[in-house]
């Protein structure tokens, strides 16, 4: 009986849609919604995510809740083998990201669809669509050569009597042709569009189409005249059919196109139509835009404290991949701090993108870096700009000379410091005689210590910062000549920086006394291991931990000798699943933690030497300084505790930790 009920109330909100006025769609969603709060058999629950989907994609709006409700839609279809509405369900999900921008999130869904296409279980219009997304991506990455090659497959499958099809594939290639600036094509390709989707029936096709021509006109600041003619035909169309979620992009153009041809009053009564909150609209682009252009407004007006504002309102409403656009207001926003005098703010901005680029170097984002090198080339900025670089500029051979001292002072303090813990052992045997001697010896190792961690670190950065620099300068000309060794700079300069971490946690051993407490070894190996939840989340890592005891010891010499052998078990790993297993036992009256993982494993000839400081298998990782069982090793004896190593090549690892039983209390 409840099944019967439910579907009757599907049934009704279906037959009721095809009735609603304007504002009876998002009453209706709301119903839809409650009953998808409520218990529903599988299929009565895809039959309502299907038909709030439906609803959402019709409305053009709330792409975000779509989405949310199309991919559980489709996992419930396909395991009840629903092809048509999981079909449907995957194609609004690829439209939706594409206004989103968030095409990561298409891979799965296209793939999806074109197995049901080469299967025959869909027919060719819904693997158009999923083909229309891909394409779509690729263009908007700059990856051009794989658009070409897809987009003859896309004109394979159209049909030239099919005017949808025909304003799907003018629409990638006007944005195709818009990437290489051929202006000319755009402009013939927009009149075809206009044409193809009048023909349509459905309204949206001609609105879209007479507002791609308004924007076409605006952006590239080609005829104005022409942008006002299609957004004015535009939004005749959206009033005369109803279709409010189309207005409000479309007012925004035309307030530009009267605002750039110095219209006032005319731009006055459209700009106060705009309501960047509606609940129709709920656009994010709208509302970058809608910010962006508001803060030019107060530029040309000269108040440029107002200008920041707008422009730091319309940063917030960027999509993670428009690196384009976040160009764009970085310039602006700087240009601003300018004007107002804060040459601070400026240059931060100015460099804003640079450190941005430093984490792009795949293949999606090579197009963001590249506009970014073109927006370098171009002497466009202010006075104090260029005074700023040419001060970079001039100390960059001085920098250079810095980083070479810095090496080799780096170098030495290393060599120093392992004659000096040769000679700490010697004077440890002769303490009585030799305390003086051994108090000044500490001193020194606090100042190295201090070294380290301060004098040398900061020059590092500067060498760092400026190689990064040379290398955007070099690759102007010839960005592929130094690839390599720019490579090998930054990863010299990374192993520097862990070689330094691991050196002062080393000194610190070396000139402090170890203080003892009870800790519990549960908890502090569960703070170990969130220490490591970025490396465990990069390889899909791994760490079990089994009741352990509280004991009595040093919170930060455990914390140490725990990290550095879940790190090692996790790092030398090549399973599909990294993972190290943590266990207690009491042996022979002392605490025994037994750390066991699934690594590579390590050659008996080799158990011995792992533990030695500044040593490191070749034909290991080289990753890291060398000194992290080195200082597992130091930690133990500073607790009178041992390590035992199980291992065998191939085989992974099992490390025992002996330490004594000075005071125990159980878990319970």
């Not at 419930?76 to 594409?98: C, E, H, Q, T, Y």
């Not at 944005?175 to 023909?199: D, G, M, P, T, W």
């Not at 459209?270 to 530029?299: C, H, M, P, R, W």
């Not at 919170?555 to 993972?579: D, Q, R, W």
């Amino acid at each position: 009986m409840k099944t019967y009920l439910l579907t009757f109330l599907i049934l009704l909100c279906i037959i009721h849609g095809r009735s609603a006025d304007v504002g009876e769609p998002n009453i209706e969603l709301d119903s839809l919604s409650r009953l998808l709060d409520g218990d529903l058999s599988k299929t009565n629950r895809l039959n309502v995510l299907h038909h709030a989907c439906q609803l959402i994609y019709g409305q053009d709006s709330d792409h975000e809740r779509l989405i949310n409700y199309a991919e559980e839609g489709v996992d419930l279809a396909m395991k009840l083998d629903s092809i048509v509405k999981g079909s449907d369900l995957a194609v609004w999900i690829l439209r939706s990201n594409i206004y989103l921008r968030s095409y990561d999130r298409n891979t799965k869904y296209y793939e999806l669809l074109k197995e049901l296409y080469e299967s025959g279980q869909i027919n060719q219009d819904k693997y158009i669509h999923p083909l229309y997304s891909e394409i779509y991506s690729y263009i908007d990455y700059g990856k051009m050569k794989e658009a070409e090659k897809k987009m003859e497959e896309f004109a394979s499958l159209i049909h030239k009597d099919n005017h949808k099809h025909q304003t799907y594939y003018l629409d990638l290639y006007i944005s195709f042709k818009r990437k290489a600036k051929e202006n000319r094509e755009v402009a013939i390709a927009l009149e075809k569009f206009a044409y193809h989707s009048k023909q349509i029936d459905d309204p949206r096709f001609a609105a879209f189409a007479l507002s791609r021509n308004s924007e076409f006109f605006l952006d590239d600041s080609l005829d104005y005249h022409k942008a006002k003619y299609y957004a004015l035909e535009a939004l005749d169309l959206v009033n005369s059919k109803n279709l409010e979620q189309l207005k409000q992009p479309i007012l925004l153009q035309l307030a530009k196109a009267h605002y750039m041809l110095e219209e006032e009053s005319a731009f006055q009564s459209i700009f106060s139509q705009i309501k960047i909150d509606s609940k129709v609209t709920n656009d994010n682009i709208l509302s970058k835009d809608y910010y962006t252009f508001a803060g030019d407004i107060e530029f040309d007006n000269g108040d440029y404290d107002a200008a920041i504002k707008k422009y730091m309102k319309a940063v917030q409403f960027l999509q993670t991949s428009d690196f384009s656009t976040m160009e764009v207001l970085t310039k602006k926003i700087e240009k601003s701090f300018v004007k107002v005098g804060n040459y601070e703010s400026a240059y931060k901005y100015s460099n804003r993108l640079n450190t941005l680029q430093d984490s792009l170097y795949n293949e999606e984002n090579l197009k963001a870096v590249k506009l970014f090198e073109t927006r370098l080339r171009f002497k466009d900025v202010e006075t104090e700009r260029i005074k700023l670089e040419n001060k970079i500029r001039s100390q960059k051979r001085s920098t250079i000379y810095i980083g070479f001292f810095t090496s080799l002072i780096l170098l030495s303090l290393i060599f120093y410091n392992r004659i000096l813990d040769e000679k700490v052992k010697i004077r440890t045997a002769a303490l009585g005689l030799k305390n003086k001697e051994l108090k000044s010896s500490l001193e020194e190792l606090e100042q190295f210590n201090y070294i380290a961690s301060h004098d040398i670190k900061e020059p590092m950065r500067v060498v760092s910062s400026i190689t990064g620099l040379i290398e955007k300068k070099l690759q102007r000309d010839n960005k592929h000549a130094f690839k390599s060794e720019f490579k090998l700079v930054n990863n010299s300069i990374t192993q520097l920086y862990t070689l330094i971490e691991d050196l002062s946690q080393f000194l610190d051993f070396k000139s402090k006394s170890v203080t003892h407490q009870m800790i519990d070894s549960e908890n502090l190996m569960n703070q170990v291991s969130h220490m490591l939840s970025k490396v465990r989340s990069e390889i899909n890592g791994e760490v079990i931990i089994n009741d352990l005891p509280k004991i009595y010891s040093s919170t930060a010499l455990l914390t140490v000798i725990f990290k550095n052998l879940i790190e090692n078990g996790l790092k030398y790993n090549k399973s599909e699943k990294p993972t190290v297993e943590i266990s207690y036992q009491l042996t022979d009256g002392r605490h025994e933690f037994i750390f066991q993982d699934n690594g590579i494993g390590i050659e008996e000839k080799y158990h011995d030497y792992v533990f030695q400081m500044f040593k490191r298998l070749e034909n290991r990782d080289k990753k890291g300084s060398g000194l992290g069982l080195g200082l597992v090793s130091k930690s133990l004896e500073k607790l009178d505790g041992e390590i035992k190593l199980s291992s065998e090549l191939g085989k992974g690892s099992t490390f025992s930790v002996l330490l004594p039983q000075s005071y125990i209390v159980s878990n319970n």
